[in-house]
């Protein structure tokens, strides 16, 4: 089997709260990617922008089977 690290989960983190507010947000293919879903999503948001310091990138390992 082969492994690539090629997507990411991002998770709300809640840094600044007590932690009980963790939640998976979206997949992303790399940083860029994160990026630009971050800027969408804090324009969608009409109060404060949340900062990238409050999210995880989770890297999800695909496994390819090679015949």
Known sequence: M???NILYVVRYN???????KQKLE???????????????N??????EDEGQE???LI????????K
């Open 14 to 20: 809640d840094v600044y709260g007590n932690g009980d």
């Open 54 to 56: 409050e999210f995880d």
């Open 26 to 40: 979206v997949i992303v293919q790399d940083r860029n990617q994160f990026l630009e879903w971050l800027e969408e």
């Open 59 to 66: 890297p999800l390992n695909l496994y390819k089977q090679i």
């Open 2 to 4: 082969k492994t690539n």
């Open 42 to 47: 804090n324009e969608c948001r009409g109060s």
